[in-house]
């Protein structure tokens, strides 16, 4: 029996140029007219010259499309249908920076498996993700796509990610190919400007936004996405630095790249290409491998071989690359396998899928502020008042790039509420404010006076759905739709008041933080928000998630991380008082760092204990550390272990995460935790861009965050 390999080289053999190229051309389905869809393009599908389609599902239409390819066409080459998976296909769990908020490695990438489940069952065999890119301005709105600001993390949950869509066998029916995006650096695009220029030192690129790529890769993902941007002066989809000499060179990459919507064609507006032709020819030969929607393989590609522009082995290999692909899934062998309407029906909505997103959905939420133990509420509270539009809004709960989500099915947080109060409750709700609009002064009043009969105030503010995604970046991340002027009016009340944010980025919310005792962060949570938000609400679930990224204290910080570097002027030293990298007006910390989020319990951090004062290559370094729930109730804590480089050959951050665990602790009692560090761990990428070690003294942290952290100090000899 052939395996793989040997099967493409015989199929490859008796391709055309023209049935070569065709394998390299995607289109989007719904960017093609019906006229064309029934006509021309059908021909070309039956001619060769067509690889994949996106923006296309159901099994009835993807057997008819696949039909004309196996069935019509000269070699009987399947298509591949895609689609942007990002946070679920039917089921809609939370978006991916608030899944990311969990730290729970097991549940992320169930939330991918599911999602593969769901889209294999709907005829689907790839995804546009997960995006892996490091972002640290807010301003950015795919921020809301990746896993937040810190690579270490950031890297583990990539191959969560591509483990949930991928399993380790795609000859499954029920896997679908994976695709790390974009690469590289999209997530450091100047000014926070979607689709901008992006500078950098290699140095910065090797170790914060290339560390999640490389994980993904060792993951087995099937596809890496090229970016929009370009990097250092060189587009990315032909940097072929990137592509070529790390991806598919360094790294051994053995997958595709395909581009992003029309990346090809768009290296003319970058001022790289002259034309169409010159686009395909740069970006072929950058080692780029499919063309997304743009046409300039199918129109110049054919041209740029026979002139010898472009090289046949180079074809060859990206063709290959794609076939490879192809026979993985084992759509040689059985075209329709992803086609089975029984299967479809079944498995979409299934109710454990339902289940486990108001799981994932009540474990993303993050608890900011709890004065006065404000909550959990009471579920016999007599009157609850919630305000805010969207609160009441199901399509704004499902965020930014929800695939095929309905939001008839969405429970919205009234709803969740409603549901989860005692009998005798009474639940009032005011809009308070316009959705896409400015809220005029009657919707406030009415607001503030709806507020007034109640008990106990729910308020509901942040951004729709849609302003986080895809080329929605903001120069303004604070509340919008006069969200404020109704937080203040609400605020002058004499009503205890519970304030929950649905956003896809960390906000400017330091009004809400000095006004009100209670603060959830409830992002943007899925189909089962509303239940998910009110467990957490009334204390069925007690929150546990943990934020991925900074919250600025005021968009001046911006960019904002942790993870940053010293100056030769630190604030906090004592010889420089005045004279210190500081802003003259706010303080330099943020409102809520990274790491941070708080319980309806209480824990307590003993003192850091090393079994070694120093270790050597080899060996490995315990941190100990006992944790003590102090509270009443029983809760979730995610430990968090830092280190810093105190004198390296290449200055390092202040701290640097490299170890977490999530544990239970019941009231009163308390866990040794205990975590290893090796040599490794305290490599870095040095001036040559080598990951190395050197001897020297360390600062090893444990906390509950990347804030407030006990510290002990080792040696590495």
């Known amino acids: 029996m052939l395996t793989i390999d040997q099967r493409v080289e015989v199929l490859l053999k008796q391709m055309s140029l023209e049935e070569k190229i065709g394998q390299l051309n995607q289109y989007n389905w719904k960017a093609i007219d019906e006229r064309t869809r029934s006509g021309s393009l059908l021909n070309e599908i039956r001619e060769g010259k067509v690889g994949s389609f996106f923006n296309v599902s159901g099994t009835e239409q993807l057997a008819a499309i696949q039909k004309i390819a196996v069935e019509q066409s000269r070699l009987k080459v399947p298509l591949l249908f895609a689609h942007d998976i990002i946070h679920g296909y039917k089921t809609i769990f939370p978006v991916p920076l608030a899944e990311a908020a969990t730290w729970d490695l097991d549940l992320i990438e169930k939330s991918a498996r599911i999602a593969a489940i769901e889209a294999s069952a709907a005829g689907l065999h790839w995804t546009f993700a997960p995006m892996v890119d490091i972002a640290r301005d807010p301003r950015w709105g795919r921020i809301m796509e990746g896993a937040g600001e810190d690579p270490y993390l950031g890297s583990l949950i990539a191959a969560a990610r591509v483990r949930g869509f991928q399993c380790s066998d795609l000859s499954r029916p029920d896997t679908i190919l994976a695709c790390a995006k974009h690469f590289a650096a999209y997530g450091a695009a100047e000014a926070g400007r979607e689709y901008n220029t992006t500078d950098m030192s290699l140095l910065r690129l090797w170790e914060v936004y290339l560390p999640p790529f490389k994980a993904a890769v060792d993951?087995?993902?099937?596809?890496?996405?090229?970016?929009?941007?370009?990097?250092?002066?060189?587009?990315s989809s032909a940097n072929k630095y990137l592509v070529t000499d790390v991806l598919k060179n360094k790294w051994e990459f053995d997958g595709f790249v395909i581009s992003d919507y029309k990346a090809f064609f768009e290296l003319i507006a970058h001022g790289y290409a002259e034309d169409r032709a010159h686009a395909a020819d740069l970006a072929i030969n950058a080692g780029s491998d499919m063309d997304m929607q743009s046409g300039v393989f199918t129109d110049h590609l054919a041209g740029l071989v026979t002139s010898g522009r472009v090289k046949q082995e180079?074809?060859?290999?990206?063709?290959?690359?794609?076939?490879?692909?192809?026979f993985a899934l084992g759509l040689f062998d059985d075209p329709y396998r992803y086609c089975d309407p029984d299967r479809e029906k079944k498995l979409i909505l299934h109710p454990d899928h339902i289940k486990f997103a108001r799981e994932i959905a009540a474990k993303s939420i993050v608890l900011l502020k709890n004065d006065n133990k404000t909550l959990p509420l009471k579920k016999d509270v007599k009157t609850i008042a919630v305000i805010g539009a969207l609160a009441d809004s199901k399509i704004d709960m499902l965020g930014s790039w929800h695939a095929e989500g309905d939001s008839d099915v969405v429970v919205t947080i009234l709803e969740g509420i409603k549901a989860k109060v005692a009998p005798g409750t009474t639940v009032l709700f005011a809009p308070g404010y316009q959705l896409h609009g400015v809220a005029g002064a009657d919707q406030i009043d009415y607001a503030v006076e709806t507020a007034e009969r109640a008990d106990l105030v729910i308020l509901t503010v942040g951004e729709n759905g849609d302003m986080t995604g895809e080329c929605t970046s903001r120069a303004d991340i604070g509340l919008p739709y006069n969200q404020d002027d109704l937080a203040a009016e609400i605020a002058k009340l004499n009503v205890p008041t519970v304030v929950l944010l649905a956003n896809g980025r960390p906000l400017t919310v330091k009004n809400l933080r000095d006004s009100f005792p209670a603060i959830l962060e409830t992002w943007f949570l899925g189909t089962q928000a509303g239940n998910a938000v009110a467990d957490v609400l009334f204390g069925d679930v007690n929150p546990s998630g943990k934020l991925p990224v900074t919250f600025p204290l005021a968009l001046g910080q911006v960019p904002i991380c942790y993870n940053h570097k010293n100056t030769g002027r630190p604030l906090h030293a004592k010889d420089t008082p005045v004279h210190a990298s500081m802003y003259s007006d706010i303080p330099n910390d943020p409102l809520y760092p990274f790491g941070f989020g708080l319980s309806y319990t209480t824990f307590e951090y003993s003192d850091v204990r090393l079994n070694k004062t120093a270790i050597k290559n080899g060996e490995s370094?315990?941190?100990s550390v006992t944790v003590k729930n102090t509270g009443r109730l029983a809760g979730?804590?995610?430990?968090?272990?830092?280190?810093?480089?105190?004198?390296a050959s290449v200055t390092r951050p202040v701290k640097e995460l490299k170890r977490f665990c999530k544990i239970r602790i019941e009231p009163g009692q308390s866990r040794n935790v205990e975590f290893f560090l090796t040599a490794s761990d305290l490599a870095f990428c040095d001036q040559d861009l080598n990951f190395k070690t050197e001897p020297g003294r360390f600062v090893v942290f444990v906390g509950p965050n990347s804030r407030d952290l006990k510290q002990a100090s080792f040696g590495l000899e």
Do not use: C, H, W
């Open 636 to 647: 979730d804590e995610i430990v968090q272990v830092y280190i810093r480089d105190l004198v």
């Open 219 to 235: 993951a087995g993902v099937a596809t890496v996405m090229n970016s929009f941007n370009e990097l250092n002066g060189i587009p």
């Open 314 to 326: 180079r074809l060859d290999d990206a063709v290959r690359r794609v076939l490879k692909a192809k």
């Open 621 to 623: 370094l315990r941190v």
